[in-house]
Nanobody, 128 residues
């Protein structure tokens, strides 16, 4: 069973930065796309960023473009989300998830039903 463990969340002031990590195990990590989603209290889970299995392509929600950067280290089975210029509206639980296997064909990268295994999440709180 795939295991994903997120870390790096916390409380930060507006304008600050955080770096989230997601360590994967029991998965041929380098064969899979990975994504980050977030869910604010009382809202639906929403797409934040995704990265292809090789790291050659990245995708971002409009709300985080230019502020967040997704990356991965396949040697360490870890995907990262660098979050800069944080805003109070970025407050949410952040989840990483396993996308499709390489060469599976095109998809949107933005729908939750395109992802299989999910971590338990890490809380990010941005104070104004």
């Amino acid at each position: 069973q795939v295991q994903l463990v997120e870390s790096g969340g916390g409380l930060v002031q507006a304008g600050g930065s955080l770096r989230l990590s997601c360590a994967a195990s029991r998965l041929p990590f380098s064969n899979y796309d990975m994504g980050w989603f977030r869910q604010a209290l009382g809202k639906e889970r929403e797409f934040v960023a995704a990265i292809t299995w090789s790291g050659s392509r990245t995708y971002y929600a409009e709300s985080v473009k230019g502020r967040f950067t997704i990356s991965r280290d396949n040697a360490k089975n870890t995907v990262f989300l660098q979050m800069n210029s944080l805003k109070p509206e970025d407050t949410a639980v952040y989840y990483c998830a396993v996308g499709r296997r390489k060469f599976s064909g095109s998809y949107s990268y933005q729908r939750t039903d395109e992802y299989d295994s999910w971590g338990r999440g890490t809380q990010v709180t941005v104070s104004s």
